[in-house]
């Protein structure tokens, strides 16, 4: 068998790997269907196996192309991550990084951590995207974002992976003028009979709380106004109309518009937070030194 495969070859393998179909696969290459068909057949004869079955409905893959796929994604992955290395090192600290942030990391530890990132890469592009876990998962594996900044407690999955940095915990809050803030203790009975405002598909978030709620025998609150935004989430609190369960660190943000933690007995949800990031990432050396950057940035921080 010849010495390893050429990168065309690889490009080849895996389109067809990704559409099953030929004429799609050579559409994304931008070469002809012949063309595509060749580069298969010479790459089986280099390495002397069938990859494909050839039918009517497609080629389905044998035993040896899913063998192959797995080391060509490493192969892939490994030589784009060399010349992402090799650019910047050529560039002088240039390179992209795109973040996806959950809304903790919005007033802890982000924002020096790039500011900090900056710094060291002069020509180094950062863009960040707020959101909930399940907006920015599925753009991680797309690979849209480089890196997402949230909490962990997600099932597992084979494509990623996580990295914990600090624990928090979830707090009620309100306007010190909300009927709650007026109690020493609030019940979960008092609780479902106010208002509360969430964000936008924070569905792993709002299953905590209705989760809190049904081991304890009680119907959970309903969510009445939703935003995108967590700087409208503390806006809609200072109206006094509305209750929310956000992140223990908000609150010192949301002190000078007036806000308070609601005395409840217990946590809705305690949880480590920290980076995720794809099994084979873009630009490895990036990420480690984001990595970095964030961790100084929580050295010697009191958790809950």
Same mark, same amino acid.
């Given at each position: !068998?010849?010495?390893?495969?050429? *990168?065309?070859?690889? @490009?080849?393998?895996?389109? $067809?790997?990704?559409?099953?179909?030929?004429? =799609?696969?050579?559409?994304?290459?931008?070469?002809?269907?012949? %063309?595509?068909?060749?580069?298969?057949?010479?790459?089986?004869?280099?390495?002397?196996?069938?990859?494909?079955?050839?039918?009517?409905?497609?080629?389905?893959?044998?035993?040896? %192309?899913?063998?192959?796929?797995?080391?060509?994604?490493?192969?892939?992955?490994? *030589? #784009?991550?060399?010349?992402?290395?090799?650019?910047?090192?050529?560039?002088?600290?240039?390179?992209?990084?795109?973040?996806?942030?959950?809304?903790?990391?919005?007033?802890?530890?982000?924002?020096?951590?790039?500011?900090?990132?900056?710094?060291?890469? %002069?020509?180094?592009? =950062?863009?960040? =995207? @707020?959101?909930?876990?399940?907006?920015?998962?599925?753009?991680?594996?797309?690979?849209?974002?480089?890196?997402?900044?949230?909490?962990?407690?997600?099932?597992?999955?084979?494509?990623?992976?996580?990295?914990?940095?600090?624990?928090? #915990?979830?707090?009620? /809050?309100?306007?010190?003028?909300?009927?709650?803030?007026?109690?020493?203790?609030? *019940?979960?009975?008092?609780?479902?009979?106010?208002?509360?405002?969430?964000?936008?598909? #924070?569905?792993?978030? !709002?299953?905590?709380?209705?989760?809190?709620?049904?081991?304890?025998?009680?119907?959970?609150?309903? $969510?009445?106004?939703? %935003?995108? @935004?967590?700087? !409208?989430?503390? @806006? /809609?609190?200072?109206?006094?109309?509305? $209750?929310?369960?956000?992140?223990?660190?908000?609150?010192?943000?949301?002190?000078?518009?007036?806000?308070?933690?609601?005395?409840?007995?217990?946590?809705?949800?305690?949880?480590?937070?920290?980076?995720?990031?794809?099994?084979?990432?873009?630009?490895?050396?990036?990420?480690?030194?984001?990595?970095?950057?964030?961790?100084?940035?929580?050295?010697?921080?009191?958790?809950?």
């Amino acid at each position: !068998m010849e010495d390893l495969i050429n *990168s065309n070859l690889l @490009s080849c393998f895996l389109a $067809v790997m990704k559409h099953r179909r030929l004429t =799609v696969a050579a559409d994304e290459l931008c070469i002809t269907q012949p %063309a595509l068909s060749k580069s298969i057949q010479r790459l089986e004869e280099k390495l002397e196996v069938q990859l494909f079955d050839r039918r009517q409905d497609g080629m389905a893959p044998t035993k040896y %192309a899913l063998t192959l796929a797995r080391h060509a994604y490493v192969i892939r992955a490994e *030589s #784009d991550a060399a010349r992402a290395e090799l650019g910047i090192l050529r560039g002088g600290g240039s390179g992209t990084l795109a973040i996806g942030i959950a809304p903790l990391w919005t007033v802890y530890g982000l924002p020096t951590a790039v500011a900090r990132l900056v710094k060291q890469r %002069a020509q180094l592009q =950062v863009r960040i =995207v @707020s959101g909930v876990l399940s907006t920015l998962i599925p753009p991680l594996l797309k690979g849209d974002l480089d890196v997402v900044c949230t909490a962990l407690d997600f099932p597992a999955q084979a494509e990623i992976v996580r990295k914990p940095i600090l624990t928090s #915990d979830h707090i009620l /809050l309100a306007h010190r003028r909300h009927p709650l803030a007026q109690l020493k203790s609030v *019940s979960l009975a008092q609780l479902a009979e106010h208002r509360f405002v969430g964000l936008v598909g #924070d569905y792993h978030g !709002m299953e905590r709380m209705q989760r809190f709620f049904a081991l304890r025998g009680h119907q959970p609150p309903v $969510v009445r106004a939703e %935003a995108t @935004s967590i700087e !409208m989430i503390l @806006s /809609l609190l200072a109206t006094g109309e509305f $209750v929310a369960s956000l992140a223990r660190q908000w609150l010192k943000r949301g002190e000078p518009l007036g806000l308070v933690k609601i005395p409840i007995r217990g946590t809705f949800w305690k949880f480590e937070t920290g980076i995720v990031h794809r099994v084979n990432p873009r630009d490895p050396a990036l990420i480690e030194q984001f990595e970095r950057a964030l961790r100084a940035e929580n050295e010697g921080v009191e958790h809950p």
